[in-house]
């Protein structure tokens, strides 16, 4: 049954992936967006321009539409913007799904001995600050995950909107990644850099943008609501990584233990030295059966093997 859907964001990473399905299932969908990036839907989907960390900006964009059966919210990032998505779509919502992140376990990292449950993160005992400097793009993206964490006790807490927010794992993809995060994994092995990790053990989730497409596709149609974890199956460590890279090139890598904290730069993205993974019973105990990362972690290090080897060439 087709249903209207509003995205806010979805023209870049796993949101355009996320479109595309949706569409492909017959949906009806509007993107919200500043219209500063072109996207390649089309006629397919209806565009709203709208400044999302506005308040005045958001109310006037959809002071004269009625409402939407789901509303994917991909820029939700400090309980500032919850509040705005508030004060926007209260009552014109039939589900609320919020894109929220493993970072918002940070907290425990280091403490918890299992991968984190849904429970072990009380939302209601969540300290809300509205007067923290949110926009502050800096300090923004140093409080990432707190800011996940606030926008999310926002939303239980005041309790006007029926959300859902998905936890993702780490997103893993190909070149069209603008992190640059796995690419980075592969440059260096390429360039025979040395490979500094912080413990083998180190493991956390992971997750790819089909993966996590279809998953978001799965809780826009299902009922349950609060938050829910999403990463796909088998952990991985930054050693882990490296040493598939290593196997795909066939190049021989020699990883080098750190026992203590050395300059960032020198370690890699998600190098963990405590495990820092979700469990996922909740998500399977509805029904949803995740995937595996051997089904695409192989492809998509290949597709930036590709690009390394043609940028060598230049």
């Known amino acids: 049954m087709s249903k209207n859907i509003l995205i806010v964001g979805g023209t870049r990473f796993f949101g355009k992936v996320l479109v595309q399905k949706l569409l492909d299932a017959g949906n009806q969908v509007t993107i919200a967006t500043r219209g500063q990036m072109k996207d390649s ?52 919502v039939g589900r609320y799904v919020m894109s929220s992140t493993i970072e ?57 909107l029926p959300v859902v927010s998905a936890r993702i794992a780490h997103v893993l993809a190909g070149p069209e990644d603008f992190t640059g995060r796995l690419a980075a994994y592969v440059r260096r092995v390429y360039q025979d850099d040395e490979v500094f990790y912080s413990s083998e053990p180190g493991k956390s989730s992971f997750t790819n943008p089909e993966a996590i497409s279809d998953f978001l ?12 974890n999403s990463p796909c199956v088998d952990e991985l460590s930054a050693l882990d990584i490296y040493r598939e890279v290593g196997k795909l090139m066939h190049k021989e890598i020699a990883p080098q233990p750190v026992a203590h904290q050395i300059n960032a730069s020198q370690l890699s993205p998600f190098d963990y030295s405590h495990p820092h993974m979700m469990n996922t019973s909740r998500a399977q105990s509805l029904g949803y059966s995740f995937n ?23």
């Open 41 to 92: 839907f089309g006629d397919s989907v209806q565009r709203i321009k709208v400044d999302r960390k506005n308040e005045a900006s958001m109310l006037e964009a959809f002071a004269g539409i009625s409402g939407f059966d789901i509303v994917y919210d991909q820029m939700c990032y400090t309980p500032l913007d919850a509040a705005i998505s508030v004060k926007t779509f209260a009552g014109k």
């Open 104 to 160: 918002v376990y940070d907290h425990l990292y280091g403490n918890v001995g299992r991968p984190y449950r849904e429970a072990d993160l009380d939302l209601n005992s969540v300290a809300i600050n509205m007067i923290h400097p949110w926009d502050n793009p800096e300090l923004a993206e140093q409080h990432y995950g707190l800011g996940k964490r606030q926008a999310e006790a926002y939303f239980y807490q005041d309790g006007s």
């Open 292 to 314: 595996h990362r051997t089904e695409w972690l192989v492809e998509l290090i290949s597709q930036h093997i590709v690009v390394e080897s043609k940028a060598a060439l230049v």
């Open 217 to 228: 596709c799965w809780t826009g149609r299902e009922t349950f609501l609060g938050p829910i």
